[in-house]
């Protein structure tokens, strides 16, 4: 039993640090999965949730198995290890959320305020004027969501003056797309976990892999609706903007720009076999932590 305890323990820590680090440092470099953004997020997820959940079950497995153990001394140091590593990441996702949670909704709940000193109802191009769009009168052009119970579109004078109306129906089908889909809570969730890792496992590039991908989610949703040639020239005349912090925005980092443009003449080029694999993989993911359990039981009794 003991020894036992000590492969399952070892082998979930080690899946998830695997999981964490060079899976993930692979999925990045690879990009494939990019094609099928709305799946590659599902991908991503699963992968995420194995790794907690690996360290997460760590300490109950360690103490249903070693209950029995009659040397006591070395009970306590399988168990206290196993729960050092459940009880540290615990602490450390409640400390993350809690920062992240209210740091965000904190500076939406700001922005909102002030949105409603300074922006105005949007009644360009004689359109509808829905309370949720508020227009701001800035030369840059930019547009972004702040997402939450009381959502808000926000559009700039500059973007306007800018953009033609078929490319600011792309803009704003983008938005609600954000709100609609709720990718806040999304780029939150990953945002928390980002936290919560210790500093040598933290990978920037794999925040910056969701934002993009969400991101091309909406641009995507946009083209079903107004189609992909406004969508890409509405990117383009974005390029180089920028939106505040804790918002969702159409507008693509320099280094992001061709990247969404190449992914949007993507969109209608499906392939089912890559949806399978992305499906297999993300089953693979999620089951990896209990075939772990398993695997390393046979191997136990295979010794014993």
Not at 13 to 32: C, D, E, F, S
Not at 36 to 49: C, G, I, N, R, T
Not at 157 to 165: C, E, K, S
């Amino acid at each position: 039993t003991e020894l036992s305890a000590i492969l399952i323990v070892t082998g979930l820590i080690t899946l998830a640090v695997l999981l964490i680090w060079p899976v993930q440092q692979a999925m990045v470099r690879r990009q494939v999965f990019r094609r099928e953004p709305l799946l590659s997020l599902l991908v991503w997820q699963a992968v995420s949730l194995a790794a907690v959940l690996s360290l997460l079950a760590a300490g109950p497995v360690a103490i249903l198995l070693t209950r029995d153990v009659v040397d006591e001394s070395r009970h306590r140091v399988i168990t206290g290890i196993a729960l050092a590593v459940t009880i540290g990441l615990l602490v450390r996702l409640a400390v993350a959320g809690h920062r992240v949670g209210s740091t965000l909704r904190r500076t939406r709940r700001q922005h909102r305020d002030l949105l409603e000193i300074v922006g105005r109802a949007f009644d360009e191009l004689d359109r509808p004027s829905p309370r949720s769009v508020r227009v701001i009168e800035h030369a840059t052009p930019t547009a972004y969501c702040i997402p939450g119970v009381r959502t808000r579109v926000v559009i700039s004078t500059g973007m306007l003056a800018r953009l033609a109306p078929p490319e600011v129906d792309a803009v704003l089908a983008h938005e609600r797309s954000h709100v609609r889909g709720r990718h806040d809570l999304l780029v939150e969730f990953f945002t928390v976990l980002h936290t919560a890792m210790p500093a040598r496992l933290r990978q920037d590039a794999v925040l910056a892999e969701v934002h993009l991908l969400a991101e091309v989610v909406a641009d995507r949703a946009a083209a079903r609706t107004v189609g992909p040639v406004p969508m890409g020239r509405a990117l383009v005349a974005l390029a180089n903007s920028a939106h505040p912090a804790a918002t969702l925005g159409a507008v693509p980092a320099t280094h992001t720009t061709q990247v969404r443009l190449s992914l949007l003449g993507l969109a209608d080029r499906r392939s089912w076999a890559m949806v399978a694999i992305m499906l297999g993989y993300a089953l693979l993911a999620v089951t990896a932590p209990m075939t772990v359990v398993l695997v390393s039981s046979a191997v136990f009794g295979m010794i014993r």
